[in-house]
């Protein structure tokens, strides 16, 4: 393969988890001397400046300046349920401002194209924009398949796979029913494509055929296991760099301290989750234990620690989970790949978004519990037993051991780079 430098450019959105293996991967293609740059919201230009990227920020597509909730075109929080959730991303970011990402995207190639395009799996308007100009293109997930997988339990709901007849005939309802809300949305994909000079599809899924890989920053080992995967779709591993914003950490702890610490690492984007984080202090607060917890973008004046919790804005995962004996998460895919990395058992506690998928899994691998973020469902005193079993039954943590080796062994014979410079190099060469 040549050994030439290319150009390869990212786009993504601003969503909190999303943005973090996209650094990784393109800070790995800096290093090995490529000329890298990343398109997305403006609220990711620090990231990318501190991966030693170039960035672009979005003209007229969505664009936050920042990463607060004000800034944020979802509001997924207000939503009365998980599937009018996921509709206000349909809406608001694959599909409503479609042709605003496929524009921007055009402008910056016309100032300067690129070798490939690596586009995140929610922003379909640049693949179509890509497939008009003939610009090689490919998907990279930050978690698992968003899109519905034969053999694979639809994303969205978290469920496990089917093991009666009356559980296969609920997945594949489900199947249809994803399948459906997608197309409710083929007419605004179809628009934009028709303006890019594109003929109409049939189905939202055909649009995703003009990407030549979909990369899934995640692990088989840790995906519920298919018969046949599609050829182009390969998992790469998780893509865990520390990111920007995160500030060092000192335990507050004597190194002596006996008690064994419990880390409350919820989201680094807002998802009214003040509630559930008192209801975990409060119900660590009568175990013998220390919790670290991390806000986020929660205000500190929203929760009340307890005496054995130290409340801080933010912390370096690593330093953090090295230390811990378990990890209390909403779910998101790059939290739940750290803590299995470091083999620790979670308490996940879902909010929405990937996090019900994340969690179903974590549970049937036995790597921990799984509760729900309604107040009506779980209480201080249900968190405290699930806390308590998962520091005094071993089980879990072999489990986290057992999980997170399997995911480290995999991700080592995987080199993602290779596979995005190779496709790079192809690309290079049919254009000449």
Known sequence: MSTEPKNILFTTWEGGGNLPPVITVARKLHKRGHRVRLMSDEASREDAAAAGIAFHAWQTAPNRADKTPASCPLRDWEAASPQEGIGLALNKILFGPSLDYARDLAAVLDREPADLV????????????????????????????????????TFGPGLPPPHTAEEEA????????????????LGALNDTRVALGLMPI??????????????????????????????????IGPQLDEPAWAKPWRSPWPENDPRPLIAACFSTTYQAH????????????????RVLVTLGQVAPESVRPAENTVVVASAPHNAVMQQAAVVVTHGGHGTVMRA???????????????QDENAVRVVEHGAGLRM??????????????ALSRLITEPAFTEAARRLGTAIAVE?????????????????ACCAC
Do not use: W
């Open 170 to 185: 609920l997945h594949a309802q489900i199947r249809q029913g994803t399948l459906a809300m997608l197309d409710a949305h």
């Open 118 to 153: 690596v586009t995140s799996d929610m922003l379909p308007g640049i693949l179509a924009a890509c497939e008009s100009r003939g610009q090689p293109v490919a998907i990279l997930s930050a978690n698992l398949c968003l899109y519905p997988l034969e053999g694979m339990p």
């Open 340 to 354: 299995l990395s470091h083999h620790r058992p979670m308490l996940v506690i879902p909010h929405g978004r990937d």
């Open 274 to 289: 003040e509630g559930v984080l008192q209801k975990v202090i409060d119900a660590a607060a009568e175990l013998p234990v």
């Open 372 to 385: 729900s973020a309604s107040s009506s469902s779980s209480s201080s005193e249900e968190i405290r037993t």
């Open 202 to 235: 049939k189905t939202v899924l055909e649009q995703l055929e003009v990407a030549t890989r979909y990369l899934i920053a995640s692990s088989r080992s840790f995906d519920f296991p298919v018969e046949e995967l599609p050829q182009k779709i390969r998992y």
């Open 411 to 427: 991700s080592e014979r995987i080199d993602a780079i290779a596979e995005l410079e190779s496709l790079a190099e192809q690309a």
